[in-house]
């Protein structure tokens, strides 16, 4: 029997030792690094706005305005979403109608290894069950703040633009839920009248279905078959996903929350002193045991020879973690006492192009000078040089600030 000519190829992240991080593990650990960062800030809305009900309203309400604004006035011819039935397949002679915007919540579950499936999609029901979800760590505010996204989703493609359904997250998982699963019944046949901002976690009105365990499962689509499917038929390959959840990602769990935050906050200087002390504590957490050092060691291919407390170990995790998460950077310098990483501001606080986010410098350059106290010695520091410039660089190195957080 003759042998394979060559050793098959396969996309990876290469670390900084060489260690080669398969596309499907790479893209979970940029997915859930982002979950991680809106994790954080959430943490900083519950400090800024003590009432549940008052921030969980406004973040609805932002989310649901921001998703609106695709559309200007109620022409059911409108460009936005013309282009969006011709993407998704959607046959001329299928009632449009608020169902269809179903397909927006479905694809955004899949791209972001929501893994679950679609229940019921017809005119007068949708019901999506979700086994996983990245996001289950942040906690109720967003489960809630998701509910007007996807009512937003359903009102879009209605008639007018109107309110068509009652759409109710009837179980979540950030909330101790085994399932998040999503209900929207149309308003016309259960005579239901229409929901405010704290009112989406209701019991919808008719029964739903639940997956017996040994059928559910613990991956999307784009990762159990390398695409995601519509009902029509319609295919988005996981490169495609994998660049979109990397750019929209930020836009619904960081974004819109910090614009609502905004309102919550009016003291610039406060919001910034606030968000700098949640994510250092974040970050000095992340290797306060001793497993999770080792584990991050095996995790990038780390030499035995290489000693714990070495620049180079941190610069290669937060180097990895922005290759994961698709953004353009190098190393300027990489020795045991001084790593230095190159990336265009630009490219990292615009992981969406047209909304950049400037908290991402504050909070990441607060989180990893956290962590790297516990990763490596309180000795090294984590800081950014050349701020809003296209030679920024993220510096490892040693320092002594005697005002140090």
Sequence with gaps: MALKPVVPEYKAVETAWGKLINQKDAYKFGVRHIAAFSANLFQLMRIIEPDWEKRTAAISETAYGFNMAACAGDDPDDPYIRAYYDEWNIPEFCEKSAWLGAIWGDSGDEYEDMAGRVI?????????????????????????????????????????????????????????????????????????????????????????????????????????????????????????????????????????????????????????????????????????????????????????????????????????MLDCQLVPCEFTAFEKDETRIHCDCDDFVGRYEMAPLDELVIGYEAQWNGAVKTLLSPEFSVWFEGVDTEDMEIVIGKKIDNRMM
Excluded at 214 to 233: P, S
Excluded at 236 to 243: C, H, L, Q, T
Excluded at 273 to 295: P, Q
């Design 120 to 320: 019921q999609f017809t005119r007068n029901r949708v019901e999506k069950e979700l086994d996983t979800c990245p996001w289950d760590i942040v906690g109720s505010e967003m489960c809630n703040m998701t509910t007007g996204m996807f009512t937003a989703n359903f009102d879009l493609t209605a008639v007018g633009r109107q309110n068509e359904v009652c759409l109710n997250m009837c179980e979540a998982r950030g909330c101790g839920d085994r399932h998040c699963r999503v209900v929207a019944e149309r308003r016309d046949v259960t005579g239901l009248d229409k929901q405010d901002w704290l009112h989406h976690r209701e019991q919808p009105q008719f029964p739903v279905h639940n997956t017996p365990e040994e059928r559910t499962v613990k991956e999307g689509q784009i990762l159990r078959n390398g695409k995601y499917t519509n009902a029509f038929g319609e295919e988005k390959s996981f490169d495609w996903a994998y660049n979109w959840v990397m750019a929209m990602g930020w836009v619904w769990s960081i974004q819109f929350p910090l614009v609502a935050m905004g309102d919550m906050c009016e003291d610039d200087e406060e919001f910034e002193r606030l968000l700098k002390i949640v994510f250092s504590t974040a970050g000095k957490n992340e290797f306060i045991d001793f497993s999770s050092y080792e584990g991050l060691r095996d995790f990038l291919g780390v030499p035995h020879d290489i000693d714990k407390v070495d620049s180079r170990i941190m610069g290669s995790y937060i180097k990895t």
